[in-house]
């Protein structure tokens, strides 16, 4: 029996919570009611969790108020989404109960859950039950209930989760949306993953990292492979930031190819990045630097890792280049505090976007600071602080320009000096539309009512494609296909592009436009682009009608209409 959680514990709660959900995140992203590929709720709420985890395990803690106060502070500045910061409400809530306590019994932690739940109905504007919301306010009723006569922290965590469950399944029948889909809240799903990582911990088992999904019966016999398996031994992973935009890589990938195998080579204009197998990696780093300067490497010995396998060991390996690209940049985050920039004016801008031509279109209507960012790619809300704390300016106004960043960003205003007003941008083009009434000249709130007044005069159409075969509303929805959302509603699904788009046209129609501009996306060519731009000139012969370039990923287009 357990009957109170110290430090030591609850740290190890927390962890071990991210952990199982962390686990468990793509199962929650395919309850997402859309198959859009925006790697949603259980990417976001995991990424979240992990900025309290990291926080965690960069220190030592005595008290479980320093614990909560750490995990409070950090969940808020690391929140992505929607979901993300709700979960980090619910954190900050109980890091407000926890005030001042070393150790916590049954009743204290009922009720910092209970002030967690407060916190998070108290911020969202209009909350929505059959949601996360419902799922952890069941939660914390059930563990009040239960704290007025027990004092088993274990059997208090059960109720919850059986409650908890209920509630889960019955938020298919409080969301209409979700009904439609068939689906239950997938943010609700996640809170209950937390605190099964939770219990986990409280039952002397905690969930210290994530274990690879393989199914035993079709596991690799490691044992039988031999040395003559394996040609070149080193997995030879790195980045190299080169000295000339323009530079000629045949024959450096010639070379690689005389040394190894299992050659691949991606570039951009500022970097490259290659994967070789070799036996001779410092030869292959050496020969990169010809061509810029080496700023990751990755070596593993596949040898090694073999005979590991085969002993039943875990094989030695370096993270995975992309995670220590990640950790770098946390590091570099976190070794300097954000500082604000002393005004020089009465107001600036910030806005989310993802694409180079997304960016010149916002910077050219003046926008301060920008934010790479949107579907897929949710910035936390410290990433867009530190956008707005680099703007010289008393009032900052922020674009998400997407539905699901409007939260993240609205945190930012207690967490800096100036005056942080969100416009409620929920796509590109309401936050382009928004931008283009901005006067300086105005008072903030008279600014603020135009700018999100002017959000509403453009509906916009995107094409995507589904990231998994679905079922909506009665309609079958395959892996591949291109999807039409008007207004973040799902319009048709085809796998015939050009029958999509004569579908948005008829559709948008209903809006008479004046102003139609098309955004084409990162995969789309300029010759597809400009004979949709005619489909739309021949339908619409009196309106003006815009091509640009976005350059956003995604979206092959996104289109607006005003």
Not at 226 to 253: C, M, Y
Not at 340 to 368: Q, T
Not at 455 to 460: A, D, K, L, M, S
Not at 508 to 533: I, K, M, Q
């Amino acid at each position: 029996m357990v009957q109170s959680i110290d430090a030591a514990l609850l740290k190890s709660m927390i962890i071990s919570g991210a952990a199982l959900l962390e686990q468990h995140k793509q199962q929650i992203n395919e309850l997402n009611v859309f198959p859009v590929p925006d790697g949603d709720t259980g990417t976001n709420m995991s990424l979240t969790m992990g900025s309290g985890v990291t926080a965690l395990k960069a220190g030592s803690f005595d008290t479980v108020t320093a614990i909560a106060d750490t995990v409070a502070s950090a969940l808020l500045r690391g929140a992505r989404g929607n979901s993300g910061v709700i979960l980090s409400l619910l954190f900050r809530g109980m890091g407000k109960s926890l005030k001042e306590k070393t150790v916590c019994g049954a009743s204290e932690l009922a009720a910092a859950l209970t002030r967690g739940v407060e916190a998070a109905y108290k911020a969202v504007m209009r909350p929505t039950e059959g949601t996360i919301l419902t799922v952890s306010r069941v939660c914390a009723e059930t563990a009040r209930a239960y704290a007025e006569n027990g004092s088993d922290i274990e059997e208090m965590f059960n109720a919850m989760l059986a409650a908890g469950d209920e509630a889960l399944a019955h938020t298919i029948d409080l969301n209409p949306v979700l009904k439609k889909a068939g689906v239950v809240d997938a943010g609700g799903k996640g809170y209950l993953y937390i605190l099964r990582g939770m219990l986990s911990a409280v039952n002397g088992c905690p969930i210290e990292h994530v274990p690879g999904e393989e199914p035993a019966s079709e596991s690799a016999d490691f044992a039988s492979m031999g040395d003559e398996e394996i040609t070149f031994a080193f997995d030879t992973v790195f980045i190299v930031r080169k000295n000339d935009p323009d530079v000629d890589l045949d024959p450096f990938r010639e070379y690689l190819g005389s040394i190894g195998d299992s050659l691949v080579i991606g570039e951009d204009d500022d970097a490259f990045k290659v994967h070789v197998h070799t036996n001779t990696p410092g030869d292959a780093l050496n020969a990169a630097q010809q061509y810029g300067t080496l700023e990751l490497a990755k070596i593993e010995n596949m040898v090694t890792q073999r005979d590991d396998l085969a002993a039943g060991r875990k094989a030695q390996s370096t993270d995975d280049l992309e995670q220590v690209e990640r950790e770098l940049e946390e590091m570099e985050k976190s070794s300097a505090e954000p500082v604000d920039v002393e005004p020089e004016r009465k107001y600036g801008l910030v806005a989310v976007c993802a694409g180079k031509g997304m960016e010149a279109v916002f910077k050219n209507l003046g926008v301060d600071a920008l934010v790479t960012g949107g579907q897929t790619m949710n910035p936390s809300t410290e990433d867009i602080l530190r956008a707005v704390q680099s703007v010289p300016a008393e009032t900052v106004f922020v674009l998400p320009n997407n539905k699901n960043i409007i939260m993240a960003a609205q945190q930012c205003d207690r967490l800096t000096k100036k005056n942080v007003v969100v416009i409620p941008s929920k796509t590109v083009p309401q936050g382009i539309s928004a931008l283009v009434c901005f006067d300086d000249s105005l008072e903030a709130d008279e600014l603020t009512e135009a700018m999100t007044d002017a959000c509403g005069t453009v509906h916009t159409a995107l094409v995507t494609y589904a990231a998994r075969d679905s079922e909506f509303d009665g309609n079958e929805i395959k892996a591949g296909e291109y999807l039409a959302l008007l207004e973040n509603n799902l319009l048709a699904s085809t796998s015939d592009l050009a029958e999509l788009i004569g579908g948005i046209a008829l559709a948008v129609r209903d809006f008479d436009p004046e102003v139609l501009t098309v955004f084409y996306g990162e995969d789309v060519s300029e010759e597809a682009a400009r004979a949709v731009e005619a489909k739309f000139a021949a339908l619409f012969p009196d309106a003006d009608i815009q091509l640009i370039s976005g350059g956003q990923p995604v979206y092959y287009y996104m289109i607006s209409a005003e």
